[in-house]
């Protein structure tokens, strides 16, 4: 397997536009995890999916960000619009049976 | 709530030096613990997991034994590598969801 997969690895965009992070998880795995990590707040949890639908999206930090899962195989991360404060390394991560996740390699995002 | 928490780094050791990064926990009932590692540049990567007290986890010379008693999941290694200069993250298993603790540097030198 190929793991989870993000794409793209790194992003430049001016503030105000709109950012669309990805994500395809392990093949069978039916939880996905997207977590934002910066320096100042670490790892963040921000939402994740079972079996396609959205369980908890408390850690999305405001109106700008939104997150889908039309499929088992994508997912997609979307801030619209960017702000400088956003910018951080995006991961994915997903989980099947057993405990424990599988991270992606992440989406390194500047808005300057 | 649940939480995790790891002792601030970095940690700064000599090669072949003994490890020891701690990490406690807050929790009800019987969580599953984990010792992720990140690399520069890449996502993290488990490193080992324990799911019931007294387990012991390892993994690349790697050990964390699970305490309930104490509520406590210390990572050591023996004899470190100037290759294991990572952040180690530890973490709860929680119904669905994973809690992380803010990462450990470790620095390795020469």
């Known amino acids: 397997d190929a793991g989870v997969i993000q794409s793209p690895r790194h992003e430049v965009t001016e503030m105000g536009q709109e950012v669309t992070l990805r994500c395809k998880p392990i093949s069978g795995h039916d939880y996905l995890f997207w977590y934002r990590q910066t320096m100042m707040r670490g790892l963040e949890l921000l939402i994740y999916?079972?079996?396609?639908?959205?369980?908890?999206d408390s850690g999305m930090p405001e109106d700008r960000f939104s997150a889908k899962m039309p499929n088992a195989s994508f997912s997609t991360l979307k801030i619209q619009p960017s702000e400088p404060r956003d910018s951080a390394v995006y991961f994915c991560?997903?989980?099947?049976?057993?405990?424990?996740?599988?991270f992606g390699s992440g989406t390194r995002l500047t808005v300057v | 709530g649940d939480s995790v928490t790891q002792m601030e780094g970095p940690v700064t050791l000599s090669e072949e030096a003994f490890l020891t990064i701690n990490c406690t926990y807050t929790a009800t009932g019987y969580p599953s613990l984990f010792w992720y590692v990140q690399y520069p540049g890449e996502g993290l990567q488990l490193l080992l997991k324990?799911?019931?007290?007294?387990d012991k986890g390892s993994n690349k010379g790697f050990e964390a034994t699970y305490r309930k008693e104490t509520t406590s999941f210390h990572l050591e290694k023996g004899s470190v590598q100037v290759s294991d200069s990572a952040v180690y993250f530890c973490?709860?298993?929680?119904?669905?969801?994973?809690?992380f603790g803010t990462g450990t540097r470790l620095q390795v030198f020469p």
């Open positions: 324990a799911t019931k007290a007294d």
């Open positions: 973490a709860l298993g929680r119904a669905d969801k994973l809690i």
């Open positions: 991560a997903s989980r099947g049976d057993r405990p424990g996740y599988t």
């Open positions: 999916f079972n079996n396609n639908v959205p369980i908890d």
